[in-house]
């Protein structure tokens, strides 16, 4: 088996974003992904605008990753796809095209969970990156989800904490929104949190039972501090804006760093990965770094490419699906809320 070249082509679809990867025995010959613009003017992802973007990026992107990883359809061993959570629409699109693929070929279908897909991104094989040993806790941060998971193996993942209103990436865009930034609004509030003073403003922390988390109540905070500070100074979020950011993301690190210290706790386990959208975050990334001093922790951070949604992801669990002979049929459909 080890002589035998297994190539993957793994697609990506459950967003907003069209990706496609080629991998060569758990090593990434490409990565292309295709932004969709359009969403930005409308301050967040409409679902039937994304599913047609979807529908013209597809066959450029498998294409160029094809090219660029310098191989020949035929030479595939396997189709890769997301197979969900997601939105139907756009989910839709991958699956239908990733199902006529592999059936046009002869090769094998692998359907894969993209939560599951965030947490395994730590496993392709990358100079200068370590992966963490089982088991291990992840924490799971995107614009749709928020979850501590303990990971036993491979495929044995336990969620033992998750968000039981908004998901996090969702906090940081509706706060940006009030403060009058663009569609996506996380990078933008991590690049002013830089310049300002993170303890400026202090939000109030929900109170959640066990490892739980909730966002909603902090959002309705923001809200309603910066409703009042504008009246009494029209200037404020002007004047303000980075300390406010910088505040705003100091909270939510906070609630994150806390939840995942009572994790680690309660678990007794000290490896610590993190995936997701989210976890492309500077602060995010500098606080786990801290914690290894700090709580006697090894922390493991994605290369940043395999952070916000991507195709690399979804191959490497192809890969290691495809090791184990665990391939999909046909009939296989597309689910909008699959569960790790």
């Known amino acids: 088996m080890s002589s035998q070249k297994i190539y993957i082509l793994a697609i990506e679809s459950s967003c907003d974003d069209t990706a496609a990867a080629v991998m060569c025995n758990a090593q990434i010959l490409s990565n292309v992904v295709a932004n969709q613009k359009i969403h930005e003017a409308y301050g967040g992802v409409v ?11 597809i066959v450029p992107v498998v294409d160029q990753a094809l090219k660029k990883a310098k191989i020949d359809k035929s030479q595939l061993s396997a189709i ?18 990733a199902k006529s693929l592999a059936y046009g070929l002869g090769i094998p279908l692998i359907d894969v969970n993209h939560m599951q897909a965030h947490i395994l991104a730590h496993f392709i094989e990358e100079k200068d ?7 291990f806790l992840a924490l799971t941060i995107s614009g749709g989800h928020t979850q ?28 940006g929104k009030l403060l009058g930034l663009g569609y996506p609004a996380g990078p ?13 403003f202090k939000f109030t922390k929900p109170k959640v039972d066990g490892l739980n988390f909730s966002f909603s109540g902090l959002k309705t905070a923001i809200l309603y501090f910066v409703q009042k500070q504008v009246k009494a100074n029209p200037n404020f979020i002007e004047e303000r804006l980075n300390d406010i950011c910088a505040s705003i993301q100091y909270t939510i690190i906070g609630i994150l760093m806390d939840k995942l210290k009572l994790a680690s706790k309660q678990t007794g386990i000290t490896h610590i990965a993190i995936g997701g959208g989210v976890s492309a975050n500077s602060g995010i990334r500098e606080a786990l770094k801290q914690s290894e001093a700090k709580f006697g922790w090894t922390t493991y951070i994605p290369k940043f490419e395999y952070t916000t949604d991507n195709a690399a992801m979804i191959a490497i669990v192809g890969h290691l699906k495809y090791l184990k002979g665990e391939y999909a049929q046909q009939n296989v459909m597309a689910s909008a809320r699959l569960k790790i």
């Open 188 to 200: 933008e509030i991590d690049k002013r949190a830089k310049l300002g003073n993170p303890k400026a």
């Open 47 to 57: 679902p039937e605008l994304a599913s047609r973007a979807h529908q013209q990026h």
């Open 80 to 97: 890769a796809f997301t197979r969900g959570p997601g939105l139907m629409g756009s989910l839709l699109v991958g699956t239908s095209f």
């Open 129 to 135: 990156f370590n992966k963490p040993p089982f088991p």
């Open 148 to 175: 501590i998971v303990k990971v036993n193996d491979h495929f044995d993942m336990e969620v033992i904490g998750e968000t039981i209103d908004d998901a996090v990436g969702e906090a940081f865009d509706k706060s």
